[in-house]
């Protein structure tokens, strides 16, 4: 029996070896309970004593050989494998960035608080009131009694409450009643909320959305004072490039009334505001005395400003939670 082949075969296999895997192989094949050298070394009985003697020596001192060769392999690969894995845990700050995506304000929202901002600016306070309203404050204190026509202008959500009947208001205008009062003139304040109708939606139609109430008692105020500050209101909003025309309306709570259309850019004349001077039953249904006082107040749709502002041909988009739409904003 010649181990020569043997051990040059095992020599070259062992200068194929790349990690620690592939060292255990190695070692299985050659070394483990079925491998070649234990085969080697296991076959020695059935030799005659001095041949015995001469290969055995030999296959031993070969085994060692490859066992301390296996050591040193497996010492260099534990090392060269943590290095790799500690270059690879290393933070590369050059490396480029992951984009983080941000989060950002809805469109309606980034108007509303443009529009607080100018009306603050103009010394109104920002009162907020109640979603959930009573047929009062929505209401009869503003003027429109139970069987009155208007109240058909103002289709109604009614909730299923017993005894006192309860409705999702339809326009922001009782926060003026609900103001008024608690609080003597003279005072400007703007109430933004969201509002609710059981109609129909089209393109500039939707059931629920946003006003913002304008309400300005004093001893002397007049629809010039009205004029001027909506006119200031929209060149702030929307710089010069707009145009408006104001045309006589009717709303049970002011006298006279009227409504804002507007146009900007290319835009169609869009209906943006009702508006008028206080109505004399509204300030005594808050026991004001109604010669003493004179007040306008406006109801802004806060949507069709957005639209108007954004070139936003169809409100539905707002509600739509749709993010192609969203991130352009
Ligand atoms: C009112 O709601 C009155 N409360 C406004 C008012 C306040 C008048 C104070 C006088 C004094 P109107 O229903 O017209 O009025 O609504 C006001 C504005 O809300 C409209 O000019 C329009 O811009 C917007 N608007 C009305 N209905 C819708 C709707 N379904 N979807 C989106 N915007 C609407």
Do not use: C
Request: no cysteine; net charge positive.
């Amino acid at each position: 029996m010649d181990i020569g082949d043997l051990k040059k075969r095992i020599f070259i296999d062992l200068t194929k070896v790349k990690d620690l895997a592939e060292l255990e192989q190695f070692r299985i094949k050659y070394l483990g309970r079925k491998g070649e050298i234990t085969f080697v070394l296991k076959s020695l009985k059935d030799l005659s004593i001095a041949k015995r003697k001469k290969l055995g020596t030999e296959a031993n001192q070969f085994k060692k050989e490859i066992e301390s060769k296996i050591e040193n392999l497996k010492s260099q690969l534990i090392k060269q494998e943590t290095k790799t894995k500690e270059r690879e845990k290393k933070i590369d700050i050059t490396a480029p960035g992951i984009r983080i995506v941000h989060g950002h304000l809805h469109p309606l929202t980034h108007i509303m608080r443009k529009i607080e901002d100018i009306f603050q600016s103009m010394g109104f306070r920002i009162i907020e009131g109640p979603d959930i309203e009573t047929e009062y404050y929505n209401f009869d204190a503003l003027n429109i009694p139970q069987d009155h026509p208007a109240r058909d202008a103002w289709d109604t959500f009614w909730l299923k409450t017993k005894p006192q009947r309860l409705l999702l208001r339809t326009h922001t205008s009782p926060m003026q009643v609900r103001f008024m009062e608690k609080n003597n003139p003279p005072f400007r304040i703007i109430v933004p909320g969201r509002v609710f109708r059981y109609e129909s939606t089209d393109a500039s139609h939707f059931y629920n959305f946003y006003q913002l109430e304008g309400l300005m008692v004093d001893t002397h105020i007049s629809i010039a004072n009205f004029k001027a500050v909506v006119e200031e209101f929209l060149k702030k909003l929307f710089g010069e490039e707009i145009e408006t025309r104001m045309r006589p309306s009717y709303y049970p709570f002011v006298e006279p009334g009227f409504d804002i259309e507007m146009k900007y850019l290319s835009s169609d004349w869009l209906e943006i505001m009702g508006a008028g001077m206080v109505h004399p039953n509204v300030f005594k249904s808050v026991g004001y005395v109604p010669g003493n006082w004179q007040g306008f107040a406006f109801g802004i749709g806060i949507d069709r400003i957005a639209m108007l502002k954004y070139k936003i041909n169809d409100i539905r988009l707002l509600y739509s939670s749709d993010l192609h739409f969203l991130n352009q904003f």
